[in-house]
Nanobody, 115 residues
């Protein structure tokens, strides 16, 4: 599975961005998907996750109520809609796919929030 993240950029605090992660292959709908992020000098942290069907979603407390993860299995794509962005949301955002013991990471997309 290859993952291609996109949609990052520079946004003012309070603004919104939508990240996309496009996956290759025919088995996308069997993978759980997640977004993580890594700020400069910080460890990578979980942001949001979604089950293979999209029926279950999970969020870090720091983004709950502001970020929404969703997926379109017909397009092999997972999204992260980020609203009410804060300076502390600045990071490289990575998407990840997981099925059993198999785990794949995308290359990351940079989100910079100006205060």
């Amino acid at each position: 599975v290859q993952l291609q993240a996109s949609g990052g950029g520079l946004v003012q605090a309070g603004g919104s961005l939508r990240l996309s992660c496009a996956a290759s292959g025919r088995t996308f709908s069997s993978y759980s998907m997640a977004w993580s992020r890594q700020a400069p000098g910080q460890e990578r942290e979980f942001v949001a996750g979604i089950s293979p069907s999209g029926s279950n979603t999970f969020y870090a407390d720091s983004v709950k109520g502001r970020f929404t993860i969703s997926r379109d299995n017909a397009k092999n794509t997972v999204y992260l809609l980020m609203n009410s962005l804060k300076f502390e949301d600045t990071a490289v955002y990575y998407c990840k796919s997981t099925r059993g013991r198999f785990e794949y990471w995308g290359q990351g997309t940079l989100v910079t929030v100006s205060s």
